[in-house]
């Protein structure tokens, strides 16, 4: 608000009436948002923790690797519940894990017999109908699919997986790769799971610089010779204990470095695919903000993994993007700058696209940082950037901490998903990623969290 107007509004103030913030008048101006009906979907997708309750009796079999024993508790609980789609799914999935293809095929009919929009039913048959021979339906099908939900990390590569199989191969030439820097924060310890990381990357042809202090340099410089270091002294360490650097310093390393793309990787990455396949990422970088997850396994040898579908590891950008970036207290090594980043491209206008290939691959290791972070960070970033003013209505309540959990985690949820239903779906086209696809998981609900079983 220009300064003459503010002058105003507190010279105007009625005595003892408090003048509005910043926040208060944003929300009291009125706005012109048209009302929109989205209209209604019974069938929206219950929480995981929901989903894990609801699926004890299947779960407990499946812990002690009893497939036949699972496939019967869910049937108990369909006849227990009848119509309700959410077992008739689970069902379905248990009965394709078995090699029951065409009853597994029933169970979904049945559902998109009452409900011919169910995402999930339709992209489980889509699968099936493939492992049946019948592509062309089963393309349509995850068509179908995705028109529904357009960031589902499933259907898409099974997708464009079936496309590799059955049209000829492009004859487009191979993408170059642009002269792109990447940034990271490596750590003064854990030297060898760096060193395998930082070497995947030059081998694919980046430039490589790491934001850390003097001391910091001074330990990594001899074990990464190839690493420029950016030196900032200024970290998060006062608040958080550690020399955390911030986001804000990775992005001026990245808008002073002279690449024609830049990006931002997570020191633990290590990546896979060709040259070509990381040209493509990399040139998509030049005028789109490119994103994508993580594979976690429990051995870098291992032919698959799962999918890290709550947070994003490996980001690629013009320069232009990084000066415009706002500053913030957000610091690579601590959370929610992977899911601010996405969110703030969209909202600012930048094409996006996401990684949907298993390409940025991730070793099992102990989780250090505080998940009270997790919940602080949540609210900041609902209070900075997603909804200054329940933000502030949630930071003012003493009581929040009875609620502020679950507000965070919902949050977390839309936030991590939305961008990606709008991205360009990016997809890599090498031999060593044509294999790459989903399964149907039957041990889908006992993961951790929200991964997604990849095959490669």
Not at 142 to 160: C, E, H, K, T, V
Not at 177 to 193: K, Q
Not at 234 to 242: D, I, N, S
Request: proline letters at 7%; a neutral charge.
């Amino acid at each position: 608000m220009p300064q003459d107007q503010d002058v105003l509004n507190r010279e105007h103030a009625r005595p003892g009436f408090p003048v509005l913030a910043d926040i208060q008048r944003v929300a009291s101006a009125t706005q012109n948002i048209p009302f929109t009906a989205f209209g209604s979907d019974f069938d929206e997708p219950v929480t995981r923790i929901t989903a894990q309750g609801r699926l004890e009796p299947m779960l407990r079999h499946l812990r002690q690797g009893d497939q036949e024993g699972a496939l019967r508790a869910v049937e108990s609980l369909c006849r227990k519940f009848p119509g309700y789609h959410f077992y008739l799914v689970e069902k379905g999935v248990q009965l394709a894990a078995l090699n029951r293809l065409d009853e597994a095929t029933e169970a979904f009919d049945t559902v998109l017999q009452r409900n011919p929009t169910h995402f999930q039913a339709l992209k489980y048959k889509a699968l099936v109908a493939f492992l049946q021979g019948d592509a062309g339906g089963a393309l349509e099908l995850f068509s179908q699919s995705l028109r529904q939900q357009p960031g589902d990390l499933f259907a898409n590569l099974n997708y464009s997986m079936i496309k590799r199989a059955i049209l000829p191969r492009s004859r487009d030439p191979r993408p170059v790769m642009p002269r792109t820097v990447l940034c990271t924060s490596l750590p003064p310890r854990n030297f060898e799971r760096s060193r395998l990381a930082v070497s995947s990357w030059l081998e694919r042809g980046f430039t490589v610089f790491s934001v850390n202090t003097q001391a910091e340099a001074d330990i990594l410089a001899p074990h990464f010779p190839e690493v420029a270091f950016h030196l900032c002294e200024t970290t998060a360490r006062e608040k958080f204990g550690k020399d955390f650097q911030y986001l804000s310093t990775a992005m001026e390393c990245l808008a002073a470095s002279g690449g024609e793309v830049v990006g931002i990787v997570n020191a633990d990455i290590v990546m896979r695919g060709t040259r070509e396949d990381w040209a493509a990422i990399a040139a998509s970088g030049r005028t789109a903000f490119t994103y994508g997850p993580r594979v976690n396994m429990h051995n870098l040898s291992d032919n698959h993994g799962w999918v890290h579908e709550p947070g994003a590891d490996i980001f690629f950008f013009p320069p232009e993007f990084a000066r415009q970036v706002p500053a913030s207290e957000y610091a690579l090594g601590l959370p929610w700058w992977d899911i601010f980043l996405p969110n703030w491209a969209m909202a600012s206008g930048f094409p996006i696209a996401y990684i949907y290939s298993p390409v940025a691959m991730h070793e099992y290791h102990p989780i250090n940082w505080d998940f009270n972070l997790y919940y602080d960070f949540g609210l900041y970033t609902i209070r900075r950037f997603f909804a200054p003013m329940l933000g502030e209505l949630v930071a003012a309540n003493p009581g929040r901490n009875l609620y502020l959990r679950k507000l965070v985690a919902a949050v977390a949820f839309t936030a991590k998903r939305t961008p990606r239903g709008v991205a360009t779906p990016l997809v890599c086209t090498s031999d060593v990623m044509r294999r790459a696809k989903a399964p149907i998981d039957p041990m889908q609900w006992i993961h951790l969290e929200y991964d997604t079983l990849v095959v490669f």
